[in-house]
């Protein structure tokens, strides 16, 4: 059975969407029923209308049609196997010219795809050819603008080679010109050559004089550095005798500070038996005093006295012999002083 595919099923109402079902499943020699119904109409045109009592209505309604063209395909005085044979027969006919129509409508199906499948192969030629004029045209409008480059380039080449040719002609002018001052400083080049041959000549000459005064001042500096170098012994051998007079006086100032030390302490004590002594002659007037008072006590203050004196004596003697260390003391430093001022003018005598 064939469909017409530009009818849009799912407008049509149920009664008639069951009729198509029914047709469908009567050219496939199955029985219309509701479930198949459904199936026929979901898998052809996806769509379900109706109650399932509806489609059984509808589908009963179909039956009833079917039997109504039965009847009307009867034909009237004619025997049921001769109406069965005419309708086999017109079956036939339909059945043959459906398949003539089915192979023109196939090979118009071809002939069209084939159509189509130029067309669109014409279509893509046309495209690349337009694509090949697009780049062709771009091309030949990027040529110009080169040409146009190269022409002006070339315009401008030949300005360059216009002054370049100018400037080859000022330059050879140049060049005859150096050649002339070139010769000239040549000749004057040769005569300075002459006279800078003299004059290294005397310069020789001069330079020859010079190393002998060189070799004689080097002689004069040899003699010079020995009799400095004998000064400079001399002279390191008056600095060891100044060390040496320097530690020497250095000793002696020591044993000088010593002694001062001493006479210093012994000052020290002459004043202490001193205040002793006055402090004893106080004593002694208020033992005179009180001599009247008691004998013992004149007689302990006379043995205190004399005890005091002796005490003084000896201090005396003590102060006595300080002095005297003290005078050879400086006796002594006064020697050492005067030493190293002999020695060193009896060594400027010697040298």
């Known amino acids: 059975m064939q ?5 849009d099923y799912k407008t049509l109402p149920r009664q008639k969407l069951t009729d198509l079902a029914c047709d469908v499943l009567a050219a496939e020699s199955r029985k219309p029923s509701v479930p198949l119904v459904r199936e026929i109409t979901l898998r052809l045109w ?21 039997f109504e063209l039965k009847k009307a395909a009867a034909i009237g005085g004619v025997p049921e196997h001769m109406a069965t044979l005419f309708r086999e027969v017109w079956r036939g006919a339909v059945d043959q010219a459906e398949e003539g129509l089915a192979a023109k409508r196939a090979q118009l199906a071809s002939e069209r ?4 499948l130029a067309v669109r192969e014409a279509q893509a030629a046309t495209d690349a050819l337009r694509h090949q004029l697009d780049l062709a045209t771009t091309e030949i ?17 030949e300005a360059q080679v216009v002054q370049l040719t100018a400037r080859l002609v000022a330059k050879d002018e140049r060049i005859e010109s150096l050649s002339d001052e070139l010769a000239r400083k040549i000749t004057e080049q040769a005569a300075a050559v002459s006279a800078l041959e003299g004059d290294r000549r005397h310069a020789l000459i001069q330079v020859d004089h010079a190393r002998g005064e060189g070799r004689h001042w080097k002689e004069q500096f040899d003699r010079a550095a020995k009799e400095a170098r004998a000064s400079q012994t001399e002279a390191d051998s008056y600095r060891n005798k100044a060390s040496s007079l320097e530690a020497a006086l250095a000793g002696a100032n020591g044993r000088l500070s010593a002694l001062q030390e001493s006479l210093g302490a012994e000052k020290e004590r002459t004043a202490a038996l001193i205040s002793q002594v006055a402090a004893e002659q106080q004593n002694i007037r208020q033992l005179s005093e009180d001599l009247s008072n008691s004998r013992i006590s004149a007689e302990a203050a006379n043995a ?14 003590s102060v006595a012999e300080a002095r005297s260390g003290e005078r050879r003391a400086l006796e002594e430093a006064a020697e050492l002083r005067g030493r190293p001022a002999s020695s060193m003018k009896n060594s400027g005598r010697d040298s």
Do not use: C, M
């Not at 469909?3 to 009818?7: L, R, V």
């Not at 409008?141 to 080449?157: E, N, T």
């Open 46 to 66: 996806d769509t379900k209308k109706g109650s399932d009592g509806d489609v059984q209505k509808d589908i009963q309604h179909w039956y009833e049609g079917l």
């Open 141 to 157: 409008d990027a040529r110009d603008a080169a040409i146009a480059r190269l022409d002006g380039a070339i315009v401008q080449r």
């Open 304 to 317: 205190r006295y004399e005890s005091a004196v002796r005490e003084l004596s000896t201090a005396r003697e």
């Open 113 to 116: 795809a084939q159509a189509v």
């Open 3 to 7: 469909t017409n595919s530009s009818i």
